[in-house]
């Protein structure tokens, strides 16, 4: 029989879930608005924010529900206290959504730009790290978090690569040099998102192995 | 008589104290390295990163056993729960001063570029926010943490006038495009400082008020 603690435990990780979708759909609906220049997409991201910010609110609650039951087991505790990090984590990633529609909103207010570089692959690989994150917190399977670890590498070069571009353009092409700085700020934005799906692996390690792999990632 | 409880609680305060004085100290010195263009002080903040990761990780554990004791009054609980957020909030102000210091290696490396900006005010600034939420968690000041929320919108203004200064120059003087790049780089990790100083004084006012106020902030 399944005790009043499980039960809260699996809402717990059903409502991390239904969060992560919230944030990655948001990500992707602010890069397709770039990509499409259309402020709808950019509307839809600013107005999602605050279902966003309820969830974040709803998942804490219940998470110091759990802590007020009597004496959650050590591996239990530590999954509460990850839970309630990855929230933040998540939300965050709402918040890195909500300024990138922003910047799309700035960027679409001037005339459209000829630029090198490919923001809807980097936010396609960003995306895929927070849902494998969330993934391996429900799997509680820390070799996939480990991959999420790795694929923040991939997103690095690309961001540094997509960086190098963007200077380039700013420098020869004065004329571009705000539509070159909003795509880098977006590229950097999209960075924050995988830092945040790092955090997130990290914490499913961390609470998996027991054991503290926080700042050893493999690199 | 204090319980083990309460000393536990005393160790936490004392510890999350000292974590924010090494990472505004990391803050700090990466701002004083741009402002003197000096080398070694990005080396300290380079080399100080390990104690701030350590002194994570102990914080944690020392909030784990606190949990793990026997039944935390309610208030005691969300009190351990945002300890545990704002140690994360720390230990990502000490990775901002170290964007911070990396970004100072690559400008030191340029010809050196006159901008008309004051990062070492909104250095200063961010960093009294940061103090300033670490004071109102020791104080249980809601009032206080309130101000740090309000002292982020004066960041805000002060990296949005260094924005289209910068803006500026890079449009105005292809020459030192990389320059004013590095000078804006380093006024956005300052502002996800004082970011994360906002997520401090809103953890301490939900924890403060017991009602959660994220969100709902004055503006």
Redesign the interface.
Known sequence: MRTRFQQGLDELKQKLLAMSGMAEQAVDRATQAYQERELKLCQLVLEGE?AI?MM??EI?EL??DL??M??PM?VD??FV?AA??IN?DLERVGDQAVNIAERVINTVSLPEAELPIDLPRMAGAVSGMVRRSLQSLIAADAEMAQAVLQMDDVVDRMNREMFHTL?KA???R?EV??QA?DA??IA?NLERVADHAT?IAEDVIFWVRGA?V??HAAT
Chains 1, 2 share one sequence.
Do not use: F, G, I, W
């Open positions: 605050q910010n974040e609110r804490d998470a110091l802590l007020a009597q004496q050590a505790l530590r206290t309630m990090k933040a200077v700013m420098h020869d004065p040099v705000q700085l880098l700020l950097r955090n503290d926080r700042h």
